[in-house]
């Protein structure tokens, strides 16, 4: 069993930053973050292996997000630029056990005013 504990969600204006961060209990295979905008279904936003070296993004965030891990505290961090107020949603953390079991992390809410 994983927990999650997610943070760093809020309000900013449009054009602004926010960087959100996912806490592991344990080792993971991969993890990656999800959203849910208001009346839509969760979609991938970011992904990234454990080792760091591989990621990928959904395409209206490639450029303006950067996904990192520190795998030495399980932890990892999505870097949010340039945000605009389709990128308004919950923002959960996904990751995969090295079981390859799947874990959700509580949401956490990311709202951009314009």
């Known amino acids: 069993q994983v927990q999650l504990v997610e943070s760093g969600g809020g309000l900013v204006q449009v054009g602004g930053s926010l960087r959100l961060s996912c806490a592991a209990s344990?080792?993971?295979?991969?993890m990656g973050w999800f959203r849910q905008g208001p009346g839509k279904g969760r979609v991938f936003v970011a992904g990234?292996?454990?080792?760091?070296?591989?990621?990928n993004y959904e395409a209206s965030v490639k450029g303006r997000f950067t996904i990192s891990a520190d795998n030495r505290k399980n932890t990892i961090y999505l870097q949010m630029n340039s945000l605009k107020p389709e990128d308004t949603a919950v923002y959960y953390c996904?990751?995969?056990?090295?079981?390859?079991?799947?874990?959700w992390g509580q949401g956490t809410q990311v709202t951009v005013s314009s």
């Open positions: 990234i292996s454990r080792s760091g070296d591989l990621t």
């Open positions: 996904k990751v995969t056990s090295l079981s390859r079991d799947d874990y």
């Open positions: 344990g080792r993971t295979f991969s």
